[in-house]
């Protein structure tokens, strides 16, 4: 059965240090993988996705990053965190492309920034 | 602009009750609807999904209803039990001609269910 983990679980950080959250798959090959954030009274917002190694797709502008070094690997990172990078971050995973697949959720980071 | 919109940020249904929670949608493309449900602290689980060629999809106790031309879709809950207390994502999917988009997920609705 395939399984996502994240790490960490939580993590409070200092304004203009550097961030380093990562996201592993198990039991998939060549999966969608995507990072997503939930603000505090928000919806979930859509940041990066990667089809494949090397391969990744940004959402929205920000002072974050993503990298994907291996195929079941994905890596958030912000060389300067913001007060607004706050909150709650989430891994998903999926597979497929024909538009039906379902993305499943890791057990997410909360980061906090102050 | 929100294309997917849960109008109630929180619901209160008595243990045994339905509860309803609703989705309102803007895009036109939208053909695949997904409701999460999310504890404090946990990433989401998948639910029950729905195709636009469908109107319903039941899977135990919860059902979906899809009405395409309110662009509305609901979550039912029958029957409620106290364990069912969580926050409720409703995400669509756009389908662009040969392609599709990435989920789109709405605010949440708060679901607690009293004993």
């Known amino acids: 059965s395939q399984t996502i983990h994240q790490w960490p679980a939580t993590l409070v950080q200092p304004v203009g240090s550097p961030l380093s959250l990562e996201c592993t798959v198990e039991?998939?090959?060549?999966?969608?993988l995507y990072w997503y954030r939930q603000a505090a009274g928000r919806g979930l917002q859509l940041l990066f996705y990667?089809?494949?190694?090397?391969?990744i797709s940004s959402e929205v502008p920000q002072n974050l990053s993503a990298s994907r070094p291996q195929d079941r690997q994905f890596i958030l990172s912000s060389k300067k965190l913001l007060l607004s990078d706050s909150g709650f971050y989430l891994c998903?995973?999926?597979?497929?492309?024909?538009?039906?697949?379902?993305?499943?959720f890791g057990p997410g980071t909360r980061l906090l920034v102050l | 602009d929100q294309q997917v919109k849960q109008n109630s940020p929180s619901l209160s249904v008595q243990e045994g009750r339905i509860s309803i929670l609703n989705c309102d949608y803007t895009?036109?493309?939208?053909?695949?609807f997904l409701w999460y449900k999310k504890y404090p602290a946990e990433g989401p689980t998948f639910l029950i999904s729905?195709?636009?060629?469908?109107d319903k999809n039941e899977d135990g106790r919860f059902t979906v209803f899809l009405n395409k031309s309110a662009k509305h879709l609901s979550l039912h809950i029958v029957p409620s039990q106290p364990g069912d207390s969580a926050v409720y994502f409703c995400?669509?999917?756009?389908?662009?001609?040969?392609?599709?988009?990435?989920?789109?997920f709405g605010k949440g609705t708060k679901l607690s269910v009293k004993p």
């Open positions: 729905i195709s636009s060629i469908k």
């Open positions: 998903a995973w999926s597979v497929g492309t024909g538009g039906r697949e379902t993305q499943y």
């Open positions: 990667s089809v494949g190694i090397g391969q």
């Open positions: 895009n036109s493309m939208f053909d695949y």
């Open positions: 039991g998939t090959s060549n999966p969608n």
């Open positions: 995400a669509a999917r756009p389908h662009y001609g040969g392609s599709q988009g990435n989920l789109i």
